[in-house]
């Protein structure tokens, strides 16, 4: 750690972020707009935040962090980067929304239909839900079916359709379902175990025929983060292909992340539909979803299946998302963000090695997800066996060293091309420290 984040950490009591919190829960519920922003899973107060610099975060108490949360994702390219902000501010003097057509919607199109090719059209939104929540609604519309598959432990945003059995804050807070879904909705849901091709197969041999969509986080990244294991995304493939049934790659955190072309490139999987957010709006609200012409065509104007938004491909979004698009493009710029991802994995495993702690951690792309588990992670059920105490102390102990990480090891963890070899050296150093004293601590 260098001095100037340790100064700043131990000379901090908090105290601003306590108060902050103490105010913000006389009007907002829980004190938060997001529920997994308030730390219920490993408690205690989250800082408020005042500011973000490229790899860093400062709060109101003037602590400093490493971020490797970056807005649950979006930040690809760093907090404020500067190219991002001439580009929101550049737009912003010519106005901030205008609720008619704008080139730049269609420059942001363009840019996602050369790296998606799976994509033919594409419809912007404001959120990862909205897109999800729209592409079934397509699904179901184009398909004239009524069901829908999702996997255990996977997120897609808490439209009523989606919110049974979610990863995410749905699974840190323990709600399998949420109150508020009717049951004739959530009825209509099919939930299977993430990784396991059989018990996929055996909800298509008893309702193929109804299934309108199978949607999935391509790389799972709500339950921790969990890779697919090898052939399981084509198999997913094959079995839509083989009932009719479309195919849904929800692509909202892995979209430009694990490679520019998202996980199907990586994975080489044609799906029928995408559901894009987080990095295309480079920090502002924003999602997007597309696929097949024929599909995409269903959708209003074009169609008869209805979706809008006064916001949709708002000119801020746009702009910031294009923005960061380019600096991606940027020769080399996935190896380092691999290499980053994959040495906090590592750096990770080798602590909880030498500190005799159950360890498990993934990285891909600009992902990566530890666990405190003795056994492999490649589901919900085995992700639900960690040790969420151990994590939720390692997660205070890091945040204490000016490290900051998912609140909850239900999440993964995010990197951007600002974070450098020494910051990610730092963190592994104060990993080696946090993983030797919870080692003492559980003696
Ligand atoms: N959907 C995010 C977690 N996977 C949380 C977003 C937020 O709280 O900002």
């Known amino acids: 750690m260098s001095d100037e984040i340790k100064d700043t950490v131990e000379n901090s009591k908090g105290s601003k972020s306590i108060a902050a919190f103490a105010r913000a829960k006389q009007s907002l519920p829980g004190g938060v707009n997001s529920p997994v922003r308030a730390f219920r899973a490993v408690g205690g107060t989250p800082p408020f935040i005042e500011r973000g610099e490229g790899a860093y975060l400062t709060d109101i108490d003037g602590c400093r962090y490493i971020d490797y949360l970056l807005s649950w994702g979006p930040l690809i390219a760093g907090h404020a980067h500067p190219a991002v902000v001439h580009a929101i501010t550049q737009q912003a003097q010519l106005g901030t929304s205008f609720g008619a057509p704008t080139e730049i919607e269609t420059e942001l199109a363009e840019e996602i239909k050369r790296a998606y090719p799976s994509m033919d059209l594409v419809r912007m939104v404001s959120s990862g839900t909205e897109a999800t929540m729209s592409a079934l609604r397509v699904a179901r519309g184009y398909t004239g079916r009524s069901r829908i598959v999702k996997f255990t432990g996977c997120y897609h945003g808490h439209a009523d359709s989606l919110l049974i059995r979610a990863g995410s804050g749905v699974a ?47 790389v799972a990244g709500n339950m921790g983060l969990v890779l697919p294991q090898g052939g399981y995304l084509q198999a997913v493939r094959d079995l839509t292909l083989a009932y009719d049934t479309l195919l849904i790659f929800d692509e909202v955190m892995t979209g430009f992340r694990v490679s520019y072309g998202g996980a199907q490139e990586r994975f080489g999987i044609d799906p029928d539909l995408t559901t894009l957010g987080k990095v295309i709006g480079g920090g502002m609200p924003v999602g997007a979803y597309g696929g097949k012409r024929e599909i995409m065509e269903q959708i209003a104007p074009e169609g008869p299946i209805y979706q809008a938004g006064t916001l949709s491909g708002n000119p801020l979004a746009m702009a910031a998302g294009l923005a960061t698009l380019k600096l991606l493009q940027t020769e080399g710029a996935y190896d ?108």
């Open 172 to 218: 840190t807070l323990g709600l399998p379902d949420s109150p508020g879904v009717p049951s004739a909705i959530a009825e209509l849901t099919l939930t299977v175990p993430y990784n396991d091709v059989d018990r996929l197969r055996m909800v298509f041999e008893e309702f193929g025929e109804e299934i309108a969509a199978v949607i999935i986080e391509p």
């Open 336 to 443: 380092r963000l691999e290499r980053v991802s994959q040495r906090l994995a590592q750096g990770f495993m080798d602590a909880g090695h030498r500190a005799e702690l159950p360890v498990q951690a993934h990285a891909i792309g600009a992902m990566f997800g530890n666990f405190f588990a003795k056994d492999p992670v490649v589901d919900y059920a085995t992700a639900m066996q960690a040790d969420l105490a151990l994590y939720a102390d390692y997660f205070h102990a890091m945040l204490a060293r000016g490290f900051y990480f998912a609140p909850s090891q239900l999440e993964a963890g995010f990197v951007s091309l600002t974070h450098t070899d020494e910051q990610v050296e730092q963190t592994l150093i104060a990993m080696g420290d946090v993983m030797q004293n919870l080692r003492r601590r559980r003696r």
